[in-house]
């Protein structure tokens, strides 16, 4: 059996940070004291490639930085990278210890009315300047991430999923924007949902997109809720897959005061990645049925631009979203093999 390094799968890994900042290295779990040196440099020297011949299917490795005295360690999870993946890895390292942010809460005023929203921004995002990030939109932002918020007193816990994700190299760091009702149910029904959904897509994205390094375009933007919120959110991403590129519909409560279940059958559909869900009994189990059965009449092929999952026993409540949020994460977010990575570097802002 041949045991050579060149009958090994290599595994390419591109580190993404501030040019002149210090020279980078990586280490890893083959000998965590002895550094690998990059194969190649950009020109601007914000990019460092380096190459690995690891002896097994993957690789757990971490970034050091060279500058001023000792090299530093990358603050953070040790990255993971594999060698099936038909794709280089792209990794965004900070060195400063710094975990994720929830900005204070935004007032947003427009011609459609006034909506609040808190932003989720990853660890690392203040020092590594080199990273753009995909963006979430949710719904009922109040629910999410402060339990003394939350109308019942328990939160989704979004922060620590995303941190769990992270840890395990699972999704790309992504940017989540918790938008608040300003009345929930004109909102999300159909009576109300136009001046809501102009909000989002005339205020809201531009306001996001100048104020955070977000990943623009329909491919990098998915929009998400629960119950009422995970109608309007399917209904968004259906008037303007321009502007979101995927939705979530947690427990959906399709047919209520809604046309979704007529209009996914008339026109064109969009091209838009959906993922739906429900509990059994009692949570909006058979109109997701329904419309996951509408939407498969409408073209959307199942595993891969549409996906469906029923959890028996799971209650129409705040906790069970929270428990299973990290599944439509994961499908809009995650490291597809296939696929080159959605991280992208840029030139450092003035």
């Given at each position: 059996m041949?045991?050579?390094?060149?009958?090994?799968?290599?595994?390419?890994?591109?580190v993404?940070?501030?040019?002149?900042?210090?020279?980078?290295?990586?280490?890893t779990?083959?000998?965590?004291?002895?550094?690998?040196?990059?194969i190649?440099?950009?020109?601007?020297?914000?990019?460092?490639?380096?190459?690995?011949?690891?002896?097994?299917?993957?690789?757990?490795?971490?970034a050091?930085?060279?500058?001023e005295?000792?090299?530093?360690?990358?603050?953070?999870?040790?990255?993971?990278?594999?060698?099936?993946a038909a794709?280089d890895h792209?990794s965004?390292?900070?060195?400063?210890?710094?975990?994720?942010q929830?900005?204070?809460?935004?007032?947003?005023?427009?011609?459609h009315?006034?909506?609040?929203?808190?932003?989720?921004?990853?660890?690392?995002?203040?020092?590594?300047?080199?990273?753009?990030?995909?963006?979430?939109?949710?719904?009922?932002?109040?629910?999410?991430?402060?339990?003394?918020?939350?109308?019942?007193?328990?939160?989704w816990?979004?922060?620590?999923?995303?941190?769990?994700?992270?840890?395990?190299?699972s999704?790309?760091?992504?940017?989540?924007i918790?938008?608040?009702?300003?009345d929930?149910m004109?909102?999300?029904t159909?009576?109300g949902?136009?001046a809501?959904r102009?909000?989002?897509?005339?205020?809201?994205?531009?306001?996001v997109?100048?104020?955070?390094?977000?990943?623009?375009?329909?491919?990098?933007?998915?929009?998400?809720?629960?119950?009422?919120?995970a109608?309007a959110a399917?209904?968004?991403?259906w008037?303007?897959?321009?502007?979101?590129?995927?939705?979530?519909?947690?427990?959906?409560?399709f047919?209520?005061d809604?046309?979704?279940?007529?209009?996914?059958?008339?026109?064109p559909?969009p091209?838009l990645?959906?993922?739906?869900?429900?509990?059994?009994?009692?949570?909006?189990?058979?109109?997701?049925?329904d419309?996951?059965?509408?939407?498969v009449?409408?073209?959307?092929?199942?595993?891969?631009?549409?996906?469906y999952?029923?959890?028996?026993?799971?209650?129409?409540?705040?906790?069970?979203?929270?428990?299973?949020?990290?599944?439509?994460?994961?499908?809009?977010f995650g490291?597809?093999?296939?696929?080159r990575?959605?991280?992208?570097?840029?030139?450092?802002p003035?």
């Open positions: 041949q045991n050579t390094l060149e009958a090994r799968t290599s595994v390419r890994i591109r993404h940070y501030p040019a002149n900042q210090g020279k980078i290295t990586l280490r779990d083959a000998d965590w004291d002895q550094d690998v040196q990059p190649g440099v950009s020109d601007e020297g914000r990019s460092h490639t380096f190459e690995l011949f690891p002896d097994s299917p993957f690789v757990y490795y971490k050091l930085l060279h500058a005295g000792e090299p530093r360690w990358s603050a953070g999870p040790n990255r993971l990278a594999t060698s099936g794709r792209d965004f390292p900070y060195f400063q210890p710094s975990g994720a929830l900005t204070p809460l935004e007032e947003l005023s427009s011609e009315g006034t909506w609040s929203i808190r932003a989720f921004l990853p660890p690392g995002y203040d020092e590594n300047t080199c990273h753009r990030y995909p963006v979430l939109y949710m719904q009922d932002g109040h629910n999410l991430f402060h339990p003394e918020e939350s109308a019942v007193g328990q939160e816990d979004v922060q620590d999923t995303l941190h769990q994700l992270d840890i395990m190299t999704i790309e760091q992504v940017i989540v918790g938008v608040y009702p300003s929930r004109r909102d999300y159909q009576a949902g136009g809501y102009q909000f989002l897509v005339e205020t809201l994205v531009p306001h997109n100048a104020t955070y390094r977000t990943l623009e375009g329909p491919e990098h933007t998915a929009i998400l809720g629960s119950s009422l919120g109608v399917l209904d968004c991403a008037s303007h897959p321009e502007h979101f590129g995927m939705a979530g519909c947690l427990s959906g409560t047919g209520y809604d046309t979704l279940a007529t209009r996914v059958l008339e026109g559909r091209e990645r959906i993922y739906l869900d429900s509990g059994w009994p009692r949570d909006n189990f058979e109109v997701t049925r419309m996951r059965a509408r939407l009449r409408a073209g959307f092929v199942e595993g891969i631009d549409l996906v999952h029923a959890f028996p026993g799971a209650r129409h409540s705040e906790a069970d979203w929270g428990d299973r949020v990290h599944l439509p994460l994961q499908y809009f490291h597809r093999p296939e696929a990575s959605h991280a992208g570097a840029f030139d450092d003035a």
